[in-house]
């Protein structure tokens, strides 16, 4: 059984800044890479980042790039975001998930396997 557990999230004023974290655990849990995804009231999940486990190559959503840097610990089987210049658009639950395709980049939510449950992060104006 595999699980993604984020935290992190929370309330922030624009400009501020946040820190989630994805925790990962299951037995011989190797994922080709694992991202960061948000959704937002009425919204469709949409592709924020992605880091791939091997070589710790990155990919960003337009609207994130700049702004938030994704990183990862494989020996923890940890995953971060940095978010800074938080905007009130960034508003959502961000989750995180781990994907078992080796196709690259994945932005899709196809290309992922497993998921966490979420964490909110709200940025007020």
């Known amino acids: 059984q595999v699980q993604l557990v984020e935290s992190g999230g929370g309330l922030v004023q624009a400009g501020g800044s946040l820190r989630l974290s994805c925790a990962a655990s299951?037995?011989?849990?190797?994922?080709?890479?694992m991202g960061w995804f948000r959704q937002a009231p009425g919204k469709e999940r949409e592709f924020v980042s992605v880091?791939?486990?091997?070589?710790?190559?990155?990919s960003y959503a337009d609207s994130v790039r700049g702004r938030f840097t994704i990183s990862r610990d494989n020996d923890r089987n940890t995953m971060y975001l940095q978010m800074n210049s938080l905007e009130p658009e960034d508003t959502a639950v961000y989750y995180c998930?781990?994907?078992?395709?080796?196709?690259?980049?994945?932005?899709?939510?196809?290309?992922?396997?497993?998921w966490g449950q979420g964490a909110q992060v709200t940025v007020s104006s």
């Open positions: 299951g037995h011989t849990f190797s994922p080709a890479a």
């Open positions: 880091v791939r486990r091997v070589d710790g190559s990155t």
């Open positions: 998930a781990a994907a078992t395709s080796w196709k690259w980049p994945s932005l899709q939510t196809g290309d992922y396997a497993y």
